[in-house]
């Protein structure tokens, strides 16, 4: 049987590291980060993630924010928000909650942030940062990912890594800190020829496609790692609604060497990571360095 990397375990030890760090940083510094959350509308399970970045964050010593706009929120009305945010100086990190209601231009709201605040590495100066190797704010699935696999690895150098996904938020920035990880890096996706034997290939798995079970268990060799990205709702036989991921999990369990749960598995160290990246945010804008219990967690450049 596979090992089951359990992301509930480490992103709880984590937001632990998260929380040191505020302690030092209350200490030392007088400093206590704040991130802020932006939800416009009343998506249900956006709201229950914005509920739940919120707890996680006062658990954790953070300031917490949370701003709520109404679903017919102005364009303008949004934008001046992100403004006050960028200029609030106990505000270190701002997130807007997505998908946004359909009249508002998302990628106008994202590129509104501030860089040094942007704790979703969304902003095209963080991306552009990563691209070429220098510090950034890195998105926090592809943080939490390649920390699961240097857990479970150690050391990534000379492994071969494929990504089935190749989206702004997860597969591309994955690749660059795969890449600083010195992994040799596939990025695969709905055109690749020979999907398959591509996997088979490869030590390491990323499925992040959104397409329910897309990768089967005769597509992973025995020994490799798995990390299912995939989040997707699926009716079963008895009309039960459940949470399954992109990899066959009950088919690949049997050989690979280890495998995320879904869920359970990369979901809890995404908001893990948000934490961090809002401490990290906090110390790079004051010139200090991120203390060491967080510090040392962090891939690659991610704690600038």
Known sequence: MSQIIDGKLMAADLRGSVKQAV????RDHGIVPGLAVIIAGDDPA?????????????????????????????????????????????????LVQLPLPAHIDADAVLAAIAPAKDVDGFHEVNVGRLATGRAAL?????QGCVMMLRQHHGDLRGLHAVIVGRSNIVGKP????LLM??????VAHSRTANLPAMCRAADIVVA?????????????????????????????????????????????AGHAGAITPVPG??????????????????????????????ARKLPGKARH
């Open 208 to 252: 992040a496609v959104g397409v329910p079970h897309l990768v089967r268990g005769d597509w992973i060799k025995r020994g490799a790692t798995v990390i299912d990205v995939g989040i997707n709702r699926q009716v079963g036989e008895d009309g039960r609604s459940r949470i399954v991921g992109d990899a066959a999990f009950d088919e690949i």
């Open 174 to 177: 994955l690749a660059q800190l």
């Open 138 to 142: 890195t998105p926090c699935t592809p």
């Open 181 to 186: 990880e010195d992994c040799t890096v596939t």
């Open 46 to 94: 956006s709201a229950i993630y914005v509920r739940n970045k919120g707890a996680q964050a006062r658990e954790a010593g953070l300031l917490s924010r949370e701003i709520r706009l109404p679903g017919d929120v102005t364009q303008a009305a949004l934008m001046e928000q992100i403004d006050l945010l960028n200029s609030d100086a106990q505000i270190d990190g701002i």
């Open 23 to 26: 302690e030092i940083l209350t």
């Open 265 to 294: 598995g990369v979901g809890p160290m995404t908001i893990a990571c948000l934490l961090a990246n809002s401490v990290v945010a906090a110390c790079a804008i004051r010139g200090i360095d991120v203390p060491e219990p967080l």
